[in-house]
């Protein structure tokens, strides 16, 4: 069951960092729906960031899942991961919309399960 959860959870990071920037930069982008401005510039700053940065993780910790698959049972990395959540759920909220929220609290409940299901913390 862990070695599900966890590549659940980072599997859906790395999905929802490549959809949202695909929906709310790339798209917005090419159809330019914004106007050129400094507020245009910042949008786009903050959600190719925070995008970007949820897909690379994401795809680290897949790639670490492969090669050690009870590595969240690790309190260190485990702390870094939730940490990261915990960032990431924190500027949804500096985001007009609430769907970047959703994923964040999914991800985080996910990692979490994960957490929980790892057998034990090593040192």
Do not use: N
Not at 24 to 32: E, P
Not at 55 to 64: D, R, T
Not at 75 to 94: D, E, K, N, P
């Amino acid at each position: 069951m862990h070695k599900y959860l966890t590549y659940s959870a980072f599997g859906w990071l790395t999905f929802t960092g490549f959809a949202h920037f695909a929906i709310d930069v790339a798209s917005q982008y090419l159809r330019g729906k914004r106007p050129p401005g400094i507020e245009t510039t910042l949008y786009y700053g903050l959600h190719s960031s925070y995008a970007l940065g949820q897909a690379l993780f994401g795809m680290l910790c897949l790639s670490l899942a492969s090669r050690h698959p009870g590595f969240l049972a690790d309190r260190a990395v485990a702390a870094v991961c939730l940490f990261g959540a915990a960032g990431w759920l924190a500027i949804t909220f500096l985001m007009e919309y609430r769907e970047p929220r959703i994923t964040a609290a999914l991800f985080l409940a996910l990692l979490v399960a994960a957490i929980a299901t790892s057998g034990g913390a090593r040192a």
